[in-house]
């Protein structure tokens, strides 16, 4: 699990998913540079079976925090289900991991879930692929 220290650290993780999981077969994840220590985080990891992992985080790694993400999944062109950080302040069910949650189907626009998974400070790429193992990979 890499931490949310340094830009080059996490960069490195990056960079090295495809070597630690062979389920992923390649990665256009980039990293954007804002200034020394805010960076955007964008792009895809393309896993085998058509299994795609969208992602886009902005980090903060001066305070070490991930200021907001999203995170999609697809299987084929369907898209699966997201996590994202957007508020829903008036949803008493997603209270308990405010703001953090999970959509899925049916209605996956509307359905949401409680997510003690997803975090503001440590990453959260580790999870989603495990996630992503653990749903959509019979185990070998």
């Known amino acids: 699990m890499a931490k949310l220290t340094s ?3 996490y960069e490195i993780f990056l960079y090295s998913l495809p070597n630690n999981y062979r389920e992923i077969e390649y990665s256009t994840l980039v990293v954007k540079r804002y200034n020394r220590s805010i960076a955007e985080v964008s792009g895809t990891i393309f896993f ?5 992992l969208s992602i886009k985080e902005l980090i903060d790694f001066r ?17 699966q289900f997201w996590y994202d950080s957007q508020p829903h302040p008036n949803d008493a069910s997603l209270q308990s991991t405010h703001p953090h949650h999970k959509h899925i189907h049916p209605d996956i626009k509307h359905n949401r879930i409680p997510s003690k998974n997803m975090n503001f400070t440590r990453e959260n790429l580790s999870f989603l692929i495990e996630e992503i193992i653990i749903n959509f990979f019979k185990p070998t």
Request: charge should be positive; hydrophobic fraction near 25%.
């Open 7 to 9: 830009i080059e650290d």
């Open 63 to 79: 305070k070490g925090v991930i200021k907001t993400y999203s995170y999609e999944v697809h299987v084929g062109g369907n898209k």
């Open 48 to 52: 085998k079976n058509n299994i795609k």
